[in-house]
């Protein structure tokens, strides 16, 4: 795995969940892997936990659900931005391409 969006989500979030609906479909079709971490899922959660506290070591300032763009998630990663909190499918679309664009200069 490069380049991913990492989700992290719970599952009584309401506004995460009607994002599941087109956050994963979004993200791959820039060219993004997905990986869904639901703050529940301790195995999963355990895996990319580093990752959220890198971020935020207190959970404080978090949106719901919290998305972190990342290069090798899966090793020595690197966090290249974010995308915060509750967005139609079009906004979505363009926060996640203005993480990438803002890498790519």
């Not at 506004?15 to 994963?24: E, N």
């Not at 506290?53 to 290069?71: F, R």
């Amino acid at each position: 795995m490069n380049r991913a969006v990492i989700k992290f989500s719970s599952e009584d979030c309401g506004t995460c969940h009607r994002m599941a609906f087109y956050d994963a479909k979004v993200s791959q079709e820039l060219g993004l892997d997905f990986v869904d971490v639901k703050i529940q899922d301790r195995a999963t959660y355990g895996k990319y936990r580093k990752i959220l506290l890198s971020q935020y070591p207190t959970k404080e300032g978090m949106g719901w659900p919290t998305y972190l763009i990342c290069d090798q998630p899966d090793g020595e990663f690197t966090i290249l931005g974010e995308v915060k909190g509750g967005h139609q499918k079009g906004e979505f679309r363009s926060r996640l391409q203005a993480v990438l664009d803002a890498v790519a200069e």
